[in-house]
């Protein structure tokens, strides 16, 4: 990681290596936090980030449903965001909010512990790897479940829900992949460890419902978006392993993702084993979106 200068933290701006917390820090021991992953892009008019007022909205939601009163309001944290892309120079950059429970009472009913807020922006490409916009990426059906909704909020990202996550990904690596798909409580496809996920097959484009355990993701709303601009019909429905391996394309979307091609799992080549013409065609849409390159989305571009 590339440190940028400053991180917003409990609204001052301290220096990234100033930024930190007590190991007594209750979310440190328990997960209790919850967080966001936007980007700042360079457009034409300058840096923006994008789709900054749906990203705070779910900040705001992920906070509530796991009973933390976030001390500052909408707006202080929307233009904390902007600000700490301005004072650390980025053209670009991941950004990440991240709500905590600091110090204080220790066990699991959180007593006089104070809610925080850090933010904090750096450049970091893509997540999958330069080359995995073009040549996809080659994914195995993980061995471990993707949390229940009965369990956590699917809706929020919360800390410790990404254990969960973290298990997934690091096995798929050992075991030679690039990342893994993750199956719901009753079988079907819920998503990837930190991508939803989509399914093309018949002129159809599919992606499980949240009810599966999958992240109502942003970049997800923005591809069924897209979708609907391509007149390719989306639908919500839950996905069986079989019906996946039988797909002409697959891809995983997310902020930090984007929009990759999966073109194996596990070692089987999905369609011709090689990035589809839709899934390119959705990503480079949504690059020219995020990139502030169509009108038709400006409105989703917040300038720094």
Request: charged letters at 25%; glycine letters at 10%; one cysteine or more.
């Amino acid at each position: 990681m590339e440190k940028s200068k400053y991180i917003w933290l409990d609204g001052k701006l301290v220096d990234w290596d100033s930024a930190n917390v007590s190991v007594m820090t209750h979310t440190l021991h328990y997960g209790t936090g919850v967080f966001e992953g936007m980007r700042a892009r360079q457009t034409e008019n300058g840096s923006g980030v994008f789709r900054l007022k749906d990203h705070v909205e779910r900040l705001y939601r992920s906070a509530e449903a796991y009973n933390l009163d976030i001390p500052f309001d909408k707006k202080i944290i929307s233009n904390a965001i902007l600000e700490i892309v301005k004072v650390n120079n980025l053209n670009s950059a991941y950004i990440r909010p991240l709500v905590f429970l600091g110090d204080g009472e220790m066990g699991l009913l959180p007593g006089d512990v104070p809610v925080r807020v850090a933010i904090a922006a750096w450049e970091w490409g893509a997540y999958l790897g330069d080359e995995a916009g073009r040549e996809g990426v080659k994914v195995c059906i993980s061995d471990w479940q993707r949390i229940s909704p009965k369990s956590f909020q699917p809706f929020a990202k919360g800390v410790g829900g990404y254990m969960n996550s973290t298990l997934a990904k690091i096995d798929a690596v050992k075991k030679g992949f690039d990342d893994a798909i993750m199956l719901s409580d009753t079988g079907s496809i819920a998503e990837g460890s930190g991508q939803n996920i989509f399914a093309y097959k018949d002129n159809i484009l599919l992606t499980p419902p949240v009810a599966t355990g999958a992240l109502g993701g942003i970049t997800r709303k923005t591809v069924v978006e897209i979708a609907n601009l391509l007149d390719i019909e989306c639908i919500e429905k839950d996905i069986n392993v079989e019906a996946l391996m039988s797909s002409d394309e697959i891809f995983f979307t997310g902020t930090a993702t984007e929009v990759i091609g999966i073109v194996s799992i596990d070692g089987a080549d999905i369609g011709n084993g090689v990035v589809g013409d839709l899934t390119t065609q959705i990503r480079n849409k949504y690059l020219e979106i995020v990139n502030g390159r169509d009108d038709n989305f400006k409105d989703y571009i917040t300038l720094v």
